[in-house]
């Protein structure tokens, strides 16, 4: 039974907690699935698509030459991250299929990668290394999917009629923004 107390808006903000640690949950999948690919998360973190992105032989030549003269740990660091990306040799697109055999493709950019699942056209997009904490954008993203989602329509009925009312991110922001302002 619904406590007569409880607002809307207060329905909407449980319902926008629901989706949120939803998406935080589904952002280890993208972490598994650059693991399985063979990018060290941590080399992600710190140097960004250098763990991804087929250097040049020349440019991995010129950094190795460059670490051995100065004997500057994070530059013989760089080196082995790029040595790694060569070796790994993973195009910035492609595909990977989950534990339960699903297939995703992905696209890796910067510190993170998107997975999109052809079939549900579910789309996780996340950068790291924090697999708790979420871009906005990122979130709001998956928000409009999960908000079109059957399994999902009952719980966020609330959010999506109190979103309906005005901009989209801009609501969802008011509600994370008053969300945080309880919590302190």
């Not at 949950?25 to 698509?49: E, N, P, Y």
Request: aromatic residues 10%.
């Amino acid at each position: 039974m619904t406590n007569p107390s409880t607002s809307a808006k207060d329905h909407a903000k449980a319902g926008l907690i629901l989706a949120l640690r939803r998406f935080i949950a589904r952002q280890h999948l993208v972490a598994q699935a650059l693991k399985d690919l063979g990018v060290h998360l941590d080399d992600l973190a710190t140097h960004g698509s250098a763990a991804w992105q087929i250097p040049a032989a020349e440019y991995l030549e010129s950094v190795r030459a460059y670490a051995q003269t100065v004997l500057h740990d994070p530059t013989m660091e760089m080196y082995y991250v790029l040595r790694r990306a060569q070796s790994r040799a993973l195009p910035q697109t492609g595909t990977w299929h989950d534990c339960d055999g699903q297939l995703w493709t992905y696209f890796l950019h910067g510190k993170g990668c998107e997975l999109r699942n052809p079939q549900t056209a579910e789309a996780i997009d996340w950068n790291s290394p924090h697999l708790q904490r979420f871009d906005l954008y990122f979130f709001s993203a998956h928000l409009a999917w999960q908000l079109e989602q059957a399994p999902y329509q009952a719980e966020l009925a609330h959010l999506r009629a109190h979103i309906a009312q005005g901009d989209f991110t801009q609501e969802v922001r008011t509600l994370l923004r008053e969300l945080t302002e309880r919590a302190s």
